[in-house]
C-alpha cells in the first residue's frame, strides 16, 4: 500500500483545523524536465525543509521536491508538542548506554528544542508558539516513577522539571483522570503547519528550488526519478519519514508507519477552554498510544488519541479520537467536533530517530516516534552539518543501535495490528 495515497487527495492538504487556518503560502510548480544540482531533498517537512535551509544558508544549491504539498504529511498533522531531550527517558538511557552517551543525547534533544525555537524567532513564523508541557499519569502506579524521574533531572541535569501530584494535576486539568504528573516549563507547544510553511518561506528565502506534487517514484544512487523528469545530485537526503515507500529498503526495515488522529471541538469560550488547561500547556499521557491535547489560539480543544489496526484511516475520524476524549473530559459530551484528520508518522523498535548515511552521498533521517517537531528539525539540521563537513552531533546519533522490524514488507499491515492490539491492552490494565 502507498501510504502517499491510501488516505489522502493529491496535493491537498487534510481537512484539519491547522489547514483552514495557515498563512497563505504559494503552490509550487512540480518538476518539469532532468536538472542537477548539489542537493537533492526528498520530503518537505520538518527535516527536509530544516536540512534545506542550513544547506542553503551554506551556500550550496538545493532542490527540494515533495510528493504533495509543503508540510503535508505529519509535520502539518501531529499535535504540535515541542518536547525536551529525546522519546526516551534520561535514566532509561543512561541505564541502556551509559552516563556520558545519555546526556550526550540529552543535550542534543535540547539543542533541537532550541533549535526551533530560535528559528521561529529569526525568521518571524506565526505559529502560535506558547511554553509547557505537563506530562500525566493515567494509572496510580506510575506516580513513583515520575517523582523519581523528576528528582532525578533535578539533580543530575539541573533541569526545571516540577513533580504533581493528583490535586495538583486537578486544579492545573479539569480532569479527575490523572494520578499524578510532571510539568515541563521549557517543552512548548505551536501550530504545527504554520512552522513548516514558515520553514518553507525561509528556504525559499534563502535560495532553495521547491517541487511540489513531485513524488519520487525511484532512486538509483543519487539519482532521482519523478514522473515528470529526474534530478542527479551530489548529495541526496531522504527525509520521508512514514512515507518512505521504495525508496530504501534498510530504512524500511528499521521505521515503520503508523497512524493516529486528532479532532478538534467548536470554539468553546475562553472561560470553559481554561477550565479544562488553566495554564493553556499542552498534555501528554502515560498511555503507550497516547492522548495528546492542547487549546487552540480561538479556544478548541485540539485532542488526538485512538489506536490504529490499519494503514487505512476509519470512516468516522471523528469517533476516533472524541471517545477517548470524552474519557478524560466527559463535559464536553455535548460539544460539537468541527474537525478530524488522521495522519502517518513513523515508530523504531528503540523509539529513538533513525539517523543513517545509506551509502555515498546518500543520508536519510526519520523514525521520531512521536518526538519529531523537535528532533526533525535537528535531524534536518544534522544532515547538513554532515555534508558540509562537521559531523560529530550526526555522528552521534546514527551511532545509535536499532533493531529491524520481522518480517517482510507484507508483514506490516498484521504486524501493526497485533502490536497495537497488546499496547492498547496494556494501557488499560
Not at 49 to 62: D, E, I, K, P, T
Amino acid at each position: 500500500m502507498n501510504l502517499l495515497y491510501a488516505n489522502d487527495t493529491q496535493g491537498t492538504y487534510p481537512p484539519s483545523w491547522y489547514a483552514e487556518t495557515a498563512i497563505p503560502h504559494p503552490v509550487s510548480a512540480p518538476l518539469d524536465g532532468d536538472i542537477t544540482t548539489d542537493i537533492a531533498i526528498v520530503g518537505a517537512g520538518y527535516t527536509g525543509l530544516s536540512a534545506a535551509l542550513h544547506l542553503a544558508q551554506a551556500g550550496r544549491r538545493v532542490v527540494l521536491v515533495d510528493a504533495h504539498r509543503v508540510g503535508w504529511g505529519a509535520s502539518g498533522r501531529n499535535g504540535g508538542q515541542v518536547g525536551s531531550g529525546q522519546r526516551i527517558d534520561q535514566p532509561d538511557l543512561e541505564q541502556s548506554l551509559g552516563m556520558q552517551a545519555a546526556r550526550d543525547l540529552w543535550n542534543i534533544g535540547q539543542d533541537a528544542k532550541s533549535l526551533v525555537k530560535s528559528l521561529i524567532a529569526k525568521h518571524a513564523i506565526p505559529c502560535d508558539l506558547t511554553p509547557g508541557v505537563l506530562h500525566t499519569d493515567h494509572r496510580q502506579r506510575y506516580a513513583a516513577d515520575s517523582r523519581a524521574y523528576v528528582e532525578h533531572m533535578n539533580r543530575h541535569y539541573d533541569y526545571p522539571v516540577e513533580y504533581l501530584n493528583a490535586q495538583q494535576v486537578g486544579e492545573r486539568l479539569g480532569t479527575s483522570a490523572y494520578f499524578s504528573g510532571s510539568y515541563d516549563p521549557d517543552a512548548a507547544h505551536l501550530h504545527p503547519l504554520n512552522y513548516a510553511l514558515g520553514l518553507a518561506a525561509a528556504a525559499r528565502n534563502a535560495g532553495v528550488t521547491i517541487y511540489e506534487n513531485t513524488a519520487v517514484t525511484a532512486r538509483d544512487g543519487r539519482v532521482l526519478t519523478t514522473a515528470t523528469g529526474t534530478i542527479t545530485a551530489d548529495h541526496v537526503v531522504l527525509a520521508c519519514n512514514g512515507y518512505l515507500g521504495p525508496l530504501d529498503a534498510q530504512v524500511a526495515r528499521h521505521v515503520m508507519p503508523i497512524n493516529n488522529f486528532i479532532v478538534a471541538t467548536e470554539p468553546l469560550g475562553e472561560k470553559l477552554a481554561r477550565e479544562l488547561i488553566r495554564d493553556n500547556v499542552a498534555v501528554a499521557d502515560s498511555r503507550f498510544v497516547v492522548n495528546y491535547y492542547r487549546l487552540s489560539r480561538d479556544h478548541r480543544l485540539l485532542f488526538g488519541g485512538g489506536e490504529s489496526y490499519s494503514y487505512r484511516f476509519p470512516r468516522d475520524l471523528a469517533a476516533k479520537a472524541r471517545k477517548p476524549m470524552l474519557e478524560i473530559y466527559p463535559q464536553l459530551a455535548d460539544a460539537k467536533i468541527t474537525h478530524a484528520w488522521g495522519g502517518t508518522l513513523a515508530i523504531t523498535m528503540s523509539r529513538m530517530p533513525y539517523l543513517r548515511r545509506l551509502q555515498d552521498g546518500v543520508l536519510s533521517a526519520s523514525g521520531y516516534s512521536g518526538h519529531g517537531v523537535a528532533l526533525a528539525t535537528l535531524s534536518g539540521a544534522l544532515m547538513a552539518e554532515s555534508i558540509t563537513g562537521n559531523s560529530p552531533r550526526f555522528d552521534t546519533m546514527a551511532r545509535l543501535a536499532h533493531r529491524a522490524f520481522p518480517g517482510p514488507p507484507r508483514w506490516r499491515t498484521p504486524l501493526l495490528a497485533l502490536a497495537m492490539s497488546w499496547y492498547a491492552l496494556r494501557d488499560r490494565l
